[in-house]
């Protein structure tokens, strides 16, 4: 009897651990990395490491805007495979070292078709069947290292590898990026070399090695045009169909030494498999912060959101700490790494705030990488790339998600060095800023700044609220008084009449004529306005939304003022470039960051119906698990980012404010994984196409007053509770 008891115990174990290996969730298998790859999303769908340097994926054109991510899903031949991205940003750069395998005899130009059918990308993996080429494509990576497999179809296997090409407006610059070209054939399986190249990111120094798992047995130098700095060169090896070739590459911004490094401390063998298992690894590590209810498609965009997110920043540094900043200087981070990679302007909003909640580790890791920006460049960063600053964009907003790390403790922060690099980024020696004028006049005035006046005042104004905080919480009366101060500049360029955010010269007097609907766009249709209009942008005061709403006249005026901004189609073009101001409704714009909490602001006024409606409507049209599916530039993770809080139901309108406003939730559930085993879940009862209101809403089991969550009531655990009615 006792043998049998024992028999069954032991079957019911097994039993046991089978279910749960069965039931075990792969959120990667929900990723689809093709979304957002045509149209504006400029997504691409490399093989990708959680926030790592090596990025290697294909390469379907190099030119002008559309070809931001590199890749368009609609392109019918692939170019090659390259080893760098910026994931959903708006100017062509990087897509380094350009690799194509062929096998037979290849075409002039080394380009191929392929099948889309046998086309296929997930966390940490690509790959794809070429046509003309005759060769099978996989492709993965380790943090700072890539390897690629490939498996000839037909004798007499070969790479093309041109060292040049990379993603630039013109073909003029393609052919005049690369300013300083070395390369070294250290042995018959052994490339190395050093560019400089101009760029976005200018000057850049790239330091890179390529290795072959075979020696070569014929190589020649194929550049064609005189101005190419550096080479192209073909390779053949020994081999016939069926063949395998790896190749490993790795990139240092410092030295070749520095690449060949991370190759011998991350992918010292030529394991491809276990690479591909250890990205997938840690992807599902990073997926699984966030575990949420809903259809399958819900689940695909949701979790191809948080992919997206987890892309970037990178850590350009080396192993041993060493990165290359200003001036050409090499530096070391005390940490060891060093994250670039900062489109700021769009991130500050809700990217760096969820970092806060599902990824705290890295977020001081983030900060700090932007406080040795800071020692660098004497400011925080504004639009940081591989270390350099672009300058591109408008105010600083390394300011507020460094406040908002101190101000929630983030743990490993000098909150005192922060503080005198928030203070010296917005009151010091700025390229992009003249705090004199500001401080006169109390506002840029538009006769003395010529592009985006109203917009650089509004978007200042914040940082200085961000500063105000920081001082705040480490009694500095004063400047807390001064940055506050400043804060309220916004309501210098409120005019009265149109009650819209007005340009105003240094006289008093309000531009005219006022053309309340033109787009502009700094250096390419000018303007007052930073891609966007005098409707997007006057809702642009995330930190006095009760002072927005005191100006306009009341909570019901400012209600009907929103409702203006969602009802009116009038349209105006510009005479330059406004490609960025996508997803209209009215003239609200989801494809572009100044918009992102403007529907938010009905439920600060007590119109949570409009807000549940407006989310609703967004998510319908706007978030399609499809390659066409994103209506903007997924801009480093802040499209995304503002899908993931939107599908839980809230979001941070003010992002330096530790609180979340409630919106209406559009998934049925969602358990945040927190430190400690404390875990964090949001339910949605009764949700439906049809009861997309909030008939009540609880936090811990109370009633949840003023419709706003704090960041500390997430990260000390519990349970949101929303019953939907219709």
Known sequence: MASKNHYLLMLAAILTLSCQKETKTNFGQYVDPFVGTTFTGHTFPNAVYPFGFMQPGPQTGNFAWKYCGGYRYEDKQIWGFSHNRNNGTGI????????????????EDFKSSFSKDTEKASPGYYAVSLTENAVDVELTTTPHVAIHRYTFKKDNPGLYINLQSAMVDTEEQFNTRVLYADVNIEDSQTLSGHNIVRGWANPRHIFYVIKFDKPFIFKENITKDERNKAPTYVFRFDGKGGDILHVKTSISTVSIEGAKAKINAELSDWDFDKVRKSAENAWEEFLSKIKIEGTPDQKKNFYTSMYHLGIQ??????????????????????????????????????????????????????????????????????????????????????????????????????????????????????????????????????????????????????????????????????????????????????????????????????????????????????????????????????????????????????????????????????????????????????????????????????????????????????????????????????????????????????????????????????????????????????????????????????????????????????????????
């Open 92 to 107: 062509p750069d990087l897509s380094d070292l350009l690799i194509m395998p062929f096998s037979g005899e290849p075409a």
């Open 313 to 726: 920043p990178v850590d350009i540094a080396d192993l041993d700490g060493k990165y290359r900043g200003p001036n050409d200087s090499i530096l070391i981070s005390p940490s060891g790494k060093y994250y670039s990679t900062f489109s700021l302007w769009d991130t500050f909003r809700a990217a760096h705030p969820l970092y806060t909640i599902i990824a705290p580790e890295q977020t001081g890791d983030f900060i700090n990488s932007m406080l040795l920006h800071a020692e660098n460049y004497g400011i925080l960063p504004i639009w940081a790339l591989w270390g350099k600053e672009t300058y591109c964009m408008i105010g600083n907003h390394g300011v507020p998600p460094v406040v908002d790390a101190c101000l929630k403790n983030i743990p490993g922060i000098d909150q005192e060095k922060a503080w005198q690099f928030v203070k010296q980024s917005l009151t010091g020696h700025n390229l992009k800023y003249d705090w004199k004028i500001y401080d006169q006049y109390g506002y840029f005035p538009f006769d003395l700044v010529k592009e985006e006046s109203v917009s650089r005042t509004l978007e200042c104004g914040f940082d200085d609220y961000c500063a105000a905080m920081l001082a705040q919480k480490l009694g500095k009366t004063e400047d807390c008084e001064f940055f506050m101060k400043r804060a309220s500049y916004y309501k210098n360029l409120f005019d009265p009449e149109s009650k819209l955010m007005h340009g105003k010269d240094s006289k008093g007097d309000w531009r005219y004529p006022f053309n309340k609907f033109v787009l502009s766009h700094a250096g390419t249709a000018g303007g007052d306005y930073t891609e966007g209009n005098a409707w997007q942008y006057t809702w642009h005061v995330l930190h006095d939304v009760d002072g927005l709403v005191e100006l306009m006249g009341g909570e019901q005026y400012f209600a009907t003022k929103l409702d203006s901004l969602f009802n009116i189609n009038d349209r105006e073009e510009s005479n330059g470039f406004t490609g960025d101001v996508t997803g209209l409704i009215g003239q609200y714009a989801q494809g572009n960051e100044p918009s992102h909490h403007v529907i938010y602001l009905y439920s600060m006024v007590g119109k949570n119906d409009r807000t549940a409606e407006l989310i609703r409507e967004v998510f319908d049209k706007f978030y399609q698990p499809k390659p066409d599916g994103l209506c903007g530039n997924d801009d480093c993770g802040q499209m995304s980012a503002w899908y993931i809080f939107s599908a839980m139901g809230f979001y941070p309108v003010n992002p330096a404010s530790g609180e979340y406003i409630i919106g209406a939730p559009q998934i049925p559930g969602a358990e945040i994984k927190l430190a400690d085993n404390k875990k964090f879940t949001m339910k949605a009862e009764n949700l439906s196409k049809e009861n997309k209101y909030i008939k009540s809403v609880t936090l811990n089991g109370k009633p949840l007053e003023r419709h706003v969550i704090k960041h500390s009531d997430i990260m000390n655990g519990g349970s949101l509770v929303f019953v939907m009615t219709n």
